[in-house]
């Protein structure tokens, strides 16, 4: 259960575009479509943005998008603004019912 | 409005037990995986434990097997995790979550946390 591999830190400017990157193995991230992405601001709880690589749950804007490629699974967030300025965990089924998270990535809006 | 409530966190010394709890409401708590993640002081997420619907079947993540473990009570809509030989590198805000029916991978609730400190 070694933890996904995120890069510590991602920025970017108001109204433009960055890709978090997240790479795991073939017994996670690529052995299953089960990524999910969370926002974190500090001092609160997570926050569901992205599951199953694609998905947006209800209330997240449009502005976050998943994809994945072999063992690496990536969050874009489009149309940078200021409160995306936060830290991002990628997470993903490992099998036999264990879970992994990655390092976490914090984003900066410059 | 789902809600999920821990408690339970605190002082504990080197080798020391605690039991936290995580009252649910909101939702149908029987019918969904829960978990728990914690969070060491200026660490990222790691994942703690899971258990699904019913109790009967639990999972954990290697630095806390043989020490923790998972349960609910679908009576009380409450959540439990037993820690005992609890080391200071256990130190961190454990958070309970709850999965997605459709999606178990997916945690789309989550509790505002208790922060359990190992420190003699």
């Known amino acids: 259960q070694s933890a996904l591999t995120q890069p510590p830190s991602a920025s970017g400017s108001p109204g433009q575009s960055v890709t978090i990157s997240c790479t795991g193995t073939?017994?996670?991230?690529?052995?299953?479509?089960?990524v999910s992405w969370y926002q974190q601001y500090p001092g609160k709880a997570p926050k569901l943005m992205i599951y199953e690589v694609t998905k947006r749950p209800s209330g997240v804007p449009d502005r976050f998008s998943g994809s994945k490629s072999g063992n690496t699974a990536s969050l874009t967030v489009s149309g940078l603004q200021a409160e995306d300025e936060a830290d991002y965990y990628c997470?993903?089924?490992?099998?036999?019912?264990?879970?992994?998270f990655g390092g976490g990535t914090k984003l900066t809006v410059l | 409005e789902v809600q999920l409530v821990e408690s339970g966190g605190g002082l504990v010394q080197p080798g020391g037990s605690l039991r936290l709890s995580c009252a649910a409401s909101?939702?149908?708590?029987?019918?969904?995986?829960m978990h728990w993640v914690r969070q060491g002081p200026g660490k990222g997420l790691v994942w703690v434990s899971r258990?699904?619907?019913?109790?009967?079947?639990?999972s954990y993540g290697d630095s806390v097997k043989g020490r923790f473990t998972i349960s609910r009570d679908n009576a009380k809509n409450t959540l439990y995790l037993q820690m005992n030989s609890l080391r200071v590198e256990d130190t961190a805000v454990y958070y309970c979550?709850?999965?997605?029916?459709?999606?178990?991978?997916?945690?789309?609730?989550w509790g505002r946390g208790t922060l359990v400190t190992v420190s003699s």
């Open positions: 258990t699904n619907d019913d109790g009967r079947s639990t």
């Open positions: 979550a709850r999965a997605l029916s459709s999606a178990k991978s997916a945690f789309d609730s």
């Open positions: 073939s017994s996670d991230v690529g052995g299953y479509n089960s």
């Open positions: 909101g939702f149908t708590f029987s019918t969904h995986w």
């Open positions: 997470s993903s089924y490992a099998g036999s019912n264990n879970f992994v």
